[in-house]
Structures are given as structure tokens and as C-alpha cells.
């Protein structure tokens, strides 16, 4: 049996984040993972972006408030040998009819400071020469966006939490949670699977909800979301200056890539907790979407998969101690953001558990508001402290 302050369970990014921000905060951590490596659902899955004007405004705060975590270890080749982000402009097009979208993609921009321009459809085909002549009627383009080196951020939140003593459990399938006096008992399927917690920390992306039901929580409502996508070989077509090339309306996007494009339709099809599987249908939709904007390749498919993007019944992230057990603290529902917000939101979770003062973003992300009542944040929070502290 293994002893510490918190476990967390879930070994993406957000659990493993969530590991690093509380191990360097001195706190005894497990994380529990049930496949054998850690990242391989949703984290290993995403289309690698980081972009400031995307999401909720909540979101995109967070998204803000995380950069100088990827730029400061970026900087440092020593480390990791190289940046973490790379450049590659965001260019959201739309259709005479997509207009609304046009502005409210500018808006959202300018809500994190961005300072973006509605482009014609010339300037647009200047930066993006592959879009169909007539398209295209207006364009945003964001230069506030990067590329994001997925393992190796992952890999630095992993190295950051074992450097700091946190404890790593793969292949750690939880069959039950039990909490009694503020001792959670979690159960996994090997022989040396069981972990005692002051804290447990739900960062498990889709079956967050499962979590919670196993440990006596009332579910909070999350909905797994599919999201496909496919590599499509470039040919002779340079992608080295190419943008992130997107419908206003999110009905696909289209990322290049060293010899290949990444095509998505940009599906949201509700789903169970699963290894997701990309579907023909979907596959053969991006395709058409794609083909219908650009000239781009439209065929020779080199790679499909799928992963589950999880939101909450209002669509922000859930950061914070359940209201009605406060050792129970959520970090779900990120909505395909949890990569770029991923330090913001596990310093956020930190500070719950550590009983530390918490900003008015995160009063605002914490579970109290689905569940409709008021919350107490220093209840909270200095149970979770005295839990760690003894």
C-alpha cells in the first residue's frame, strides 16, 4: 500500500500537471494511469495547438495565463532542447453567409488582447494560395498561435512531478474508491495497486464521471465528445509557411504538417468513455470539406484516429473541491483545451488543495455553479490543507 498526501487519477496532461504543481508544492503525490504510458487518449490525440482566441472566455484566459510556463521552459535547451512552441498563424475563413462568425472570432481575439484584422478574400489566398477562387468572403488571421510540442510538454510535466518526489502508477485499472475520515482507498487492478489519500484529485478527461461514481460523488454531468481526424500525404506542396487554416464555424480545420496535412471535420458526436476509433463516415467528411474550400489534396489517406474531447454541462472547465467533499477536487471537462491551459488550471487545482487564496477566475470554474449552490472556497481548501499538513 502506498501512502500519500494526494492521488490523482488520470496520467494525461492534466493529471500529470496537476502532479507537477502540487509535488513542487511539497506535497506527497500519486498519479494512477491505466494504460501503460502516460498520454495516449485525449492528450496524445489533439491537433497540437496553442491558441489564445479559442474556447470560452474562461478558456482563453487560462490559455493566456499559461504561456510563460511554455515559454520559459521552451527557452531552456539544456533541458529540453528546444521550444515547446513554434509559430504557425491561425487563418479562420468564411463564406459570404459566415459573417457573424467573422466578428465574433475578432471579438474573442481582442477579449485576450490579440489584435487582429478582418482580411478579403485576395489577402487571405496570399497567405493560404490553396483556397478555392469565390470561397472565401472574409478572413481573421491570428498570429497569436503556435504549434505545441505535445510529448515533450507532457514529458516536462513528468519529469518536474518525479524530480519533486510524485509517485507514478501505469497500468493502474481503479476497480473501486472507497473514502471514509478523510482517507480516500483506491483499488486498482494489481497486486500492488492500493493507495491511501488524504485527497483524490478526478483528473480522468471522459470517465471523470466514472471516478466520481466509484467514490460516492454525485456525477457532475460531463459529456464525451468524438473528434476525428486524418493525415493526408502533401505531395509537392511546401507546408513550411502554410497557416492553420479553419472554418469560422468549426466545421473543419486543416493543419500542415512535415509532409503531410492533418484534415478534421471538426465532429462533435456525443460518445461513451472509449478508446475512440475514427469512423469512414467522418473521415470521408473531412475530406469533402476540405476539398470544398481548397485545392489541397483530397485523397491518398495515410493515417485515421479519433479521440474524445469532454465538456461539462456549461462548457467551461471544472477546477476545485466537490461542495459536498471537499477532498474530492475536479479537474475535468477541459474541452479541447487541456493541453494549452494545462498550467493555469493544475496551479488553480494546486491552490485548492494547498488552502492557498484562489483569483476570481477560478471561483468561477469551481463545481459549485453546476451544482447550483454557493460555495465557501476557505471550507474547502483548508480541509484539503489540513489533510496534507496533518
Known sequence: M?????????????????????????????????????GTQTTGRSAAMFLEGYGTHNLRLLTKASRSWF???????????????????????????????IDRQVAACETVGNAVSILGEDQARIMHPHL????????????????????????????????????????????RVEGSSATWTVHATDVDGTIQAGVLVNAAGAWGDVVADMAGVEPIGLEPRRRTACTVASGDIDTTDLPLLVDIDE??????????FLYSPADTTPSAPMDARAEEIDVALALERVAAATTLP?????????????????????????????????????????????????????????????????????????????????????????????
Open 132 to 175: 478555392r477562387i469565390g470561397y472565401v468572403d472574409a478572413a481573421v488571421a491570428d498570429e497569436a498561435s503556435f504549434e505545441i510540442d505535445v510529448e515533450r510538454s507532457l514529458q516536462m510535466f513528468y519529469r518536474t512531478a518525479r524530480r519533486a518526489g510524485a509517485e507514478f502508477h501505469l497500468t493502474h485499472d481503479i476497480w
Open 2 to 38: 502506498s501512502k500519500v498526501d494526494v492521488c490523482v487519477i488520470g496520467g494525461g496532461i492534466a493529471g500529470t500537471s496537476v502532479a507537477s504543481a502540487l509535488a513542487e508544492r511539497g506535497a506527497t503525490v500519486a498519479v494512477c494511469e491505466r494504460h501503460g504510458q502516460l
Open 251 to 260: 466545421k473543419f480545420y486543416v493543419k500542415p504538417e512535415s509532409g503531410h
Open 298 to 390: 483530397a485523397r491518398s489517406v495515410t493515417a485515421s484516429w479519433a479521440g474524445l474531447r469532454t465538456f461539462s454541462p456549461d462548457g467551461e472547465i471544472v477546477l476545485g473541491p466537490e461542495p459536498s467533499r471537499p477532498e474530492f477536487v475536479w479537474c475535468v471537462g477541459q474541452g479541447g483545451t487541456g493541453i494549452q491551459t494545462a498550467p493555469a488550471a493544475a496551479a488553480i487545482v494546486a491552490d485548492h488543495v494547498a488552502g492557498e487564496s484562489n483569483s476570481a477566475l477560478s471561483d468561477q470554474l469551481r463545481p459549485e455553479r453546476i451544482r447550483g449552490v454557493p460555495h465557501s472556497s476557505q471550507h474547502g481548501s483548508q480541509q484539503n490543507a489540513d489533510a496534507i499538513n496533518g
Open 71 to 101: 515559454d520559459d521552459w521552451g527557452a531552456d535547451d539544456d533541458l529540453i532542447g528546444g521550444p515547446l512552441l513554434r509559430q504557425r498563424t491561425m487563418l479562420s475563413i468564411g463564406r459570404a453567409d459566415q459573417r457573424q462568425g
